[in-house]
């Protein structure tokens, strides 16, 4: 009996020194996941937020906004927010600003371990008719993947990287994707040229931004726009659009020269340029698929120079001249890249 006792002793010890640690454990995994939480607040004068977080009204005020925030944010999804209500800060559960003259308001946002995903500007915001336009997205949040799914590569994942569309303001127009260039793409920056829309001949298209990152579409809640708060717009605009006005000829051979009269704003090429992003150049002078040589085998020009005003300043247009590649005689369609505004359009 005495050894059965002491047994039962023992075990009822051990089964409380085993709750006990199952009970420091949580508590440490509590506090872990509050360490890894990054959360923002967002501010609003003269508004409340709906809902109290807790039944309890008169105990839900805090004379801290700082004690308030955290006791929120310990909540989890049961907490929206703050308010400051009635001389002290209340936790509430809806996110829905509520006008209101004599209440402020503190909106919760948060993201485990990752950045908040933001896009903070767009570069150009204007670009060609004809697509080709390489944008510069900066940010946060971005996917860190390497991998660009809409490439179509074999083993690419729609849960890998980030994904680029614009899509019309009206939503009368299919979505335009722009192919993410992932050698320049990082964490907090996405490099992507935007495709041609589909409806390219319609004038001053307006665009927005969406992203998808590792498989998610970013979306704006609660009237916060994540988008550069609703400015991350791109429109295809023809005074954007490099031209082809004319040619000197509408024919081409095997190592022919040609003359394209174009609206190009420079003379420099990639090549001489040494693809400096802060200025811009030309490049891939086509005629049809086959390229067109702008100078020789020793590097020498051919000859491309912008037009002249009256007081020898330099116009939107000018002079590309280029020798063909095509096999054999033939027409053909001309075009180039201009390396801000992206590919040219072609006059009738």
Known sequence: YFIQSNLRDYKNRLQELM?????????LLFITSLAELECEWEYKDKSYLPDWATNDVAGDKFPSLDEAKELCISLGANCG???LWNGGYSLRRGQEWVNHNSEQSWRKSCSNGA?????ASIDPAKGSR????RITINGQGFSSKKMDFSSGAEGASSNIGNKVIFYHKEETQPPVACNVQTY???PTRIVCDIAKPDTYWIENLEYRLKISVDGSWMESKMGTNIYCGGACTFWFRQDHSPRVNSVDSSHVTAGSLITLNAK???AEFEASSGGDSTSA???????NSFTCDVTDSEGN??????????????LSTGKIKCKSNNPGATSYRPSFFHSTWGRSEVSN
């Open 115 to 119: 950045p908040l995903f933001k896009v």
């Open 81 to 83: 927010g703050v308010t």
């Open 19 to 27: 709750d006990c640690t199952r009970f420091i454990w949580l508590v």
């Open 301 to 314: 020009s051919y000859g491309t120079v912008l037009d002249k005003d009256s007081d020898g300043d330099d």
């Open 264 to 266: 190009m704003w420079t």
């Open 184 to 186: 320049y793409t990082t």
């Open 281 to 287: 150049y030309l490049s891939r002078i086509f005629l």
């Open 130 to 133: 004809m697509g080709g336009t």
